[in-house]
T-cell receptor
Framework: GENVEQHPSTLSVQEGDSAVIKCTYSDSASNYFPWYKQELGKRPQLIIDIRSNVGEKKDQRIAVTLNKTAKHFSLHITETQPEDSAVYFCAASGGGGADGLTFGKGTHLIIQP | DSGVTQTPKHLITATGQRVTLRCSPRSGDLSVYWYQQSLDQGLQFLIQYYNGEERAKGNILERFSAQQFPDLHSELNLSSLELGDSALYFC??????????FGPGTRLTVL
């Protein structure tokens, strides 16, 4: 089955700086890669996703890049703000709705004022 | 608010007991997914239903089962509960088989 590795497990950055979280996946058939943000005690919230036919996608201060050859994808957050503090999860799936998401272990992002 | 609802919010029970968790998907979504989140295992996919039929299985124990009803709500049944089953249980729904939107979760505590 699919295996998703996520690094780092904790990331501390100064407010206003950029943050990058990296994930690798094992199944070359995976074609859908979402990112979720989870605040303490709350539900995972979809913040951005990318499909395998696209190399990069941006939405305001967040962007995701995908390298299918190397089987890795990354989340980039620019101009970080205190409300960006949370746990971020990457995930992968085969798409088409035929399987669930395989999640990484999560990255605890801390924004230092 | 994702539009996905789950009940109950919290559940406290004893080992050996059986519980049922309920999920109502977003209006129009045909797919429902169940996930378990625990400190040691992280977020794990359990099972998916699509329009009433089981579509995919993940790391779901034999003591656990689920179903999706004609009105598209879903129930996750957990039986012979063990201490290690204590976790947050999320359901998610999807309309287009890609984006999954999570409900608020049910926190299960087994004593």
């Amino acid at each position: 089955g699919e295996n998703v590795e996520q690094h780092p497990s904790t990331l501390s950055v100064q407010e206003g700086d950029s943050a990058v979280i990296k994930c690798t996946y094992s199944d070359s058939a995976s074609n859908y890669f979402p990112w979720y943000k989870q605040e303490l005690g709350k539900r995972p919230q979809l913040i951005i996703d990318i499909r395998s036919n696209v190399g990069e996608k941006k939405d305001q201060r967040i962007a995701v890049t995908l390298n299918k050859t190397a089987k890795h994808f990354s989340l980039h957050i620019t101009e970080t703000q205190p409300e960006d503090s949370a746990v971020y999860f990457c995930a992968a799936s085969g798409g088409g709705g035929a399987d669930g998401l395989t999640f990484g272990k999560g990255t605890h992002l801390i924004i230092q004022p | 608010d994702s539009g996905v609802t789950q009940t109950p919010k919290h559940l406290i029970t004893a080992t050996g007991q059986r519980v049922t968790l309920r999920c109502s998907p977003r209006s129009g979504d045909l797919s429902v997914y169940w996930y378990q989140q625990s400190l040691d295992q992280g977020l794990q996919f359990l099972i998916q239903y699509y329009n009433g039929e089981e579509r995919a299985k993940g790391n779901i124990l034999e003591r656990f089962s689920a179903q999706q009803f004609p009105d598209l709500h879903s129930e996750l049944n957990l039986s012979s509960l063990e201490l290690g089953d204590s976790a947050l249980y999320f359901c998610a729904s999807s309309a287009n088989t890609y984006e999954q939107f999570f409900g608020p979760g049910t926190r299960l505590t087994v004593l």
